[in-house]
């Protein structure tokens, strides 16, 4: 068979795109690109295909499509493919339902499969004149144990958007054949998903059989299914659509950015700039530009700047290590934070030489704060997991507030005691810790590990069981 697919999986956002083509006529498309778009063109460039399409299969809410930096880097023969209901506003090529297109003796179809957006289309793939599809780019119609989640675009769109998923589901896509593989957009990490499984290629049998989602016949059910369980996202999901709809500033390639001198960094972030530290949580502890904000790479990311950095600002970044600042940049510009100014050159070690001002926040061990916990100057115990992660478990009298918001709920966390910040290994509660620091909370603490290593050394954890019975009595 000539038809050719590679994945290429961000796990940051938990996504996947696709470079497909025809091995016989080297013709090729990718589907649902992200915005760093060099690696499909070294790998279409490494199998000598030619790239005529980027597909999108529908208004992402989670990154920013690659379709137009595609463009401006291909040839005029090259085209951009999206929902004719999407109405983007630059030049691009309206897909309808039965709609074909060519990569020679690999034909892509076109199927309206609304539900996780109202726009959503999906693509089929299959050898020119074969009776049914040989593969499904399904977006997040169809993921792999579930199907991408209906209620992003608004409470008021939750339930109608949840009724036509179930005919994209039930009436259309598990009508589809066994053997059909189905390669969805969206996977394990994304916040667009309904809850799935790490996997990330299935095929319709499969689903068919095991889909939580396709097991539930009835269409108020089923409504009721794809709306619970749901984790809160990330905030600036609010801009994405509006950014993919209007079309996507070209950057032309991965920015390179310059090393500036800490008065210049200073002098930035007096003016709106916001700076963000990459460096892990010991390194941030150790010291850090007050007011700036701690989200280590790892986080990851994109996904936690995109929670807690107000979108649209300029940005300095604190990462010293140049593998690690391309890195963040890529993550930075899948997500829209495009106005990167620079990097502190020198890194924390130029801006205390340079006689400007760092803050430093205590980290301590679980045997630290269990033994803490047994005096009366005892400090509150914030949780910033998520809501998951502390009916699995958590420990006594802590107050919870997942890392997401902490700014909108920061006024339930008392100013005239220590905070020690926890989540599962010391990344969220960096960022939480750099957030309280912003809002003046002075006796900030970090503990250095996180909820496992509590528990595995054997103190007191409340269980979800323990929790309910109390309540229940």
Same mark, same amino acid.
């Given at each position: 068979m000539s038809l050719y697919v590679k994945q290429f999986v961000d796990a940051s956002l938990g996504n996947s795109s696709y470079l497909v083509a025809s091995t016989e006529t080297s013709r090729a498309a990718v589907i649902d690109p992200q915005r760093d778009i060099d690696r499909y063109v070294r790998a279409a460039e490494g199998l000598g295909l030619h790239l005529a399409f980027a597909l999108d299969t529908?208004?992402?809410?989670?990154?920013?499509? %690659? $379709?137009?930096?595609l463009a401006a880097q291909s040839n005029g023969t090259f085209r951009i493919g999206a929902s004719a209901q999407a109405r983007v506003g630059f030049e691009h090529l309206p897909l309808s339902e039965g709609d074909t297109l060519s990569l020679g003796d690999v034909a892509i179809g076109v199927l309206t499969t609304p539900g996780h957006t109202p726009e959503h289309i999906s693509f089929t793939a299959a050898p020119i004149g074969s009776h049914a599809p040989h593969a499904l780019f399904s977006g997040g119609a169809l993921i792999v144990g579930g199907a991408g989640r209906t209620d992003l675009l608004g409470h008021d769109l939750s339930e109608p958007l949840a009724q036509q998923l179930y005919h994209t589901l039930h009436h259309k896509l598990l009508h589809l054949p066994d053997h059909v593989t189905v390669y969805p957009?969206? %996977? $394990?990490?994304?916040f667009c998903n309904a809850p799935a499984s790490p996997e990330r290629v299935t095929t319709i049998g499969r689903e068919r059989a095991t889909n939580r989602l396709a097991q539930v016949r009835d269409e108020e059910e089923f409504v009721r299914a794809a709306l619970s369980d749901l984790p809160s996202y990330p905030t600036y999901y609010r801009y994405m659509r509006a950014v993919n709809r209007n079309g996507p500033l070209v950057l032309g390639g991965v920015p390179e950015l310059k090393p500036l001198p800490p008065e210049d960094v200073c002098h930035l972030s007096?003016?709106?700039?916001?700076v963000i530290d990459v460096r892990s949580p010991r390194e941030f502890a150790a010291g850090h530009i007050p007011d700036s904000y701690g989200v280590p790479l790892i986080a990851p990311l994109n996904t936690?700047?995109?929670?807690?950095?107000?979108?649209?600002?300029?940005?300095v970044l604190?990462?010293?290590?140049?593998?690690q600042r391309e890195e963040a940049v890529r993550e930075l510009i899948r997500i829209g934070y495009d106005d990167l100014r620079g990097y502190l050159g020198g890194g924390i070690a130029a801006w205390e030489a340079a006689g400007a001002p760092v803050r430093r926040t205590p980290m301590i061990s679980v045997s630290e704060l269990h033994e803490w916990t047994q005096h009366s100057d005892a400090p509150v115990i914030l949780d910033v997991r998520f809501e998951h992660e502390w009916r699995?478990?958590?420990?006594?009298?802590?107050?919870?507030?997942?890392?997401?918001?902490v700014r909108d709920q920061i006024d339930r966390i008392p100013r005239d005691?220590?905070?020690v910040v926890h989540c599962g290994a010391a990344n969220r509660a960096m960022i939480s810790a750099s957030l309280l620091e912003q809002r003046g909370y002075t006796n900030v603490t970090l503990l250095d590990t996180g909820f496992n290593q509590w528990r595995e050394a054997g103190y007191e954890v409340v269980e979800r069981a323990a929790e309910e019975a109390a309540w229940v009595h």
């Open positions: 529908h208004l992402h809410a989670d990154f920013v499509s %690659g $379709a137009r930096e957009t969206h %996977g $394990a990490g994304s007096k003016n709106g700039a916001v936690w700047v995109g929670w807690v950095v107000p979108f649209g600002l300029p940005l604190i990462a010293d290590d140049p593998v699995d478990g958590h420990l006594p009298n802590a107050l919870h507030i997942e890392a997401g918001h005691r220590p905070v």
